[in-house]
């Protein structure tokens, strides 16, 4: 079984910077998708950024221009560069990996944007 472990979270001002990481505990043979997602008290989980093996990334609107998602394939591990960040951005922070059928996801990063 694959799991998938996040690093990265905390607390940043508006306006700062943060870079999340998550690292499979096994190479992935084949397509697949990794990404980021995010939930508050208040708002079902939502996308903020995937990307496929090959490099394809999509992201939702309210990540566009501020965050970056890229992936190290050879270390199994995908990151979230985020930039500008927002106090809306505030939420937990969940790694996802989807493999034909298969569905995992990270135990999930706080990210508290905040002065």
């Known amino acids: 079984q694959v799991q998938l472990v996040e690093s990265g979270g905390g607390l940043v001002q508006p306006g700062g910077s943060l870079r999340l990481s998550c690292a499979a505990s096994r190479i992935i043979f084949g397509p697949n998708i990794m990404g980021w997602y995010r939930q508050t008290p208040e708002k079902e989980r939502e996308l903020v950024a995937t990307?496929?093996?090959?490099?394809?990334?999509n992201y939702a609107d309210s990540a566009k221009g501020r965050f970056t998602i890229s992936r190290d394939n050879p270390r199994n591990t995908v990151y979230l560069q985020m930039n500008s960040l927002k106090p809306e951005d505030t939420a937990i922070y969940y790694c996802?990996?989807?493999?034909?059928?298969?569905?995992?996801w990270g135990q999930g990063t706080l990210v508290t944007v905040s002065s």
């Open positions: 996802n990996l989807q493999h034909g059928s298969l569905v995992v």
């Open positions: 990307v496929t093996k090959s490099g394809d990334s």
